[in-house]
């Protein structure tokens, strides 16, 4: 039944979004595939250079003559108008984003109300955007103010797709940005049902624009642009490393939201209970697709067996099947060639000599789709590949510690940076792991819990840059200093 109504709700081809209409253009187009079938769900507009041109003129426009100068108060508004559409088209919305990615019904109910609070808070914090003030009395009175930049290029994945767009478009237009979304290929439905919201709301065109297309083609074209200032980027490192190289001739301004491969740690003293449930959560919710997912489980090996017994048991009952049924924890992964990616990584287990200990294979009974049981890798050793590349499905690897140092150790033994996630009673040693394992976040004896205002990003190969609150001010404006002087002081004299 609600399966029946996310495919009625989808359109009979994906067109671009710009200057406030959805466009016809003469370009080619691709398919949109049903991860739980591989059948295509519908087509969808492969946008180019000219199509990004295109968006481009509506975008500059509209910051020129309308809302770069609007004032914040105004632009606020606007924001509370998309969250209000986004909130009343929740269930349609929750609906086709299961139909795209196969997360379950639950968890994108979830997220949808997350895209809605990400238009609240930064329309909320747009009136207070502020300035510094530096008196150098009695001769000058300086002052820095933030501007908004321009256009602004927003790159964006296929895993949890309308949340994370919206954590970029928000702060965007609150700043006083016009922006050119690019949305996954894999997954364009709600970026799609956003823009309808966006043109109900009334937001002046041009002011949001979508081009959608692949990456070589759309994205590239978004970063090569001369006159696109900004880029903001959540995707694969590689593909974040290639666009710094492409965007690097015009000196373009990059947010980078990358890849990771987060350790969870769990010391003998922890909250064992506490700590299997978080571990179960952060790995296996979204599908396993999900950057700040604690896909490293590191254990101390005094506790090691009766911990990987007891996740080993809750693994086994995680619910895998149609992502429309209300019990499904774990649906189908976005796209074959992604399944195909996972289950090579499975495959490994005899030339680097880990133990699938649950899991691995396709579950019975669901021979079509990208379906993949719950993992758990065991026997594994900080230098293998599974240990150390980003799987992005849902694959849990197990290593064993013996003390802190060697934790800290393993936990920094890998290229990505993201989040790290630390489970101990002890709060000096809780603090001193926090402080020396190199992630851009820490939870400590807590699962991925949110707050916006906080910095999100990563380090190391994990991402450049940090998104929420007043950090994503940071990169959506730019800061002018103006000097005025107070009277007519003597300048040195030249010449
Ligand atoms: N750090 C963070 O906050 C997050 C990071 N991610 C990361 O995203 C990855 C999964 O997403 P994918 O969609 O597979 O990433 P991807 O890097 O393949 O694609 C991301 C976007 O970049 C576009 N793109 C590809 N090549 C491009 C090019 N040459 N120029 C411009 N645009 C291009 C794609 O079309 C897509 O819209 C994982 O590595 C995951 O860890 C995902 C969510 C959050
Ligand atoms: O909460 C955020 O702002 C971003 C979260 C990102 C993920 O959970 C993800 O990409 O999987």
Redesign the pocket.
Known sequence: MTRQSALALVPPQVRHFIQGEFVETAESVFDDLDPTSNEPLTHVAAGDRETVDRAFQAAHTAFDRVWRDMPPKERARYLHRIADGILADKEALALLETLDTGIPIRQTRGQVE?AAE?FRFFAEMAPHITGESYPMPPHFHNYAIRQPVGVAGLIT?W??PL??ET?KIAPCLAAGDTAILKPAEWSPLTADRLARIIQSADLPAGVFNVVHGLGESAGAGLVSHPQVPLISF?GETTTGQEIMRNGATHLKRFSM?LGGKSPVIVFEDADLERALDATLFGMFT?NG?????GSRLLVQETIAEEFTRRLADRIRRIRVGDPFEETTELGPLIHPAHWERVMGYIQLADSEGFEVAVGGRRPAGLDQGNYLEATLLTGVTPSMRVATEEIFGPVLTVLRFHDEAEAVQIANAVRYGLAAYIWTRDMARATRVSQQVESGMVWLNSQ?V?D?RTP?GGSKWSGIGR??GEFSFEFYTEWKTVHVALGTHGIPRVG
């Open positions: 997350r990400n994945p895993n949890t949340m994370l954590w959540t939201e979204l697709e999900r950057c700040t997912a991925n949110r916006l999100f998104e929420g």
